[in-house]
């Protein structure tokens, strides 16, 4: 059985830092490419950073860029997103998930998902 599970959120005041974790069970995160999304209750989902350790592959939105990093730690068989400097905007759950396929410069085609963590900045 495939099973993502996050872990990390949590609430913070604006320039502060969390990091998110989600573990695989079932499979190994690095045969696959994995992505971190975040929504907020009545918008679309988007995607915040994904990768693809295998072939070293990664995204970014423009809107974490220099601020959130994605890494994957194989042994432990997790994947990390590291949020600094936060903003009131990165409110949102974030959910990680997994895809077997990169295309147009992101991960694509994701099958699995955790059930999100919460993360919510105050100014």
């Known amino acids: 059985q495939v099973q993502l599970v996050e872990s990390g959120g949590d609430s913070v005041q604006a320039g502060g830092s969390l990091t998110l974790s989600c573990v695989g069970s079932g499979y190994s995160v690095s045969g696959n490419c994995m992505g971190w999304f975040r929504q907020v209750p009545g918008k679309e989902r988007e995607g915040v950073a994904h990768?693809?350790?295998?072939?070293?592959?990664?995204y970014y939105d423009d809107s974490v860029k220099g601020r959130f990093t994605i890494s994957q730690d194989d042994a432990k068989n997790t994947v990390y997103l590291q949020m600094n400097t936060l903003k009131p905007e990165d409110t949102a759950k974030y959910y990680c998930?997994?895809?077997?396929?990169?295309?147009?410069?992101?991960?694509?085609?994701?099958?699995?998902w955790g059930q999100g963590t919460q993360v919510t900045v105050s100014s």
């Open positions: 990768i693809y350790t295998r072939y070293g592959w990664i």
């Open positions: 998930a997994s895809a077997g396929l990169w295309e147009g410069g992101r991960c694509t085609r994701f099958l699995n």
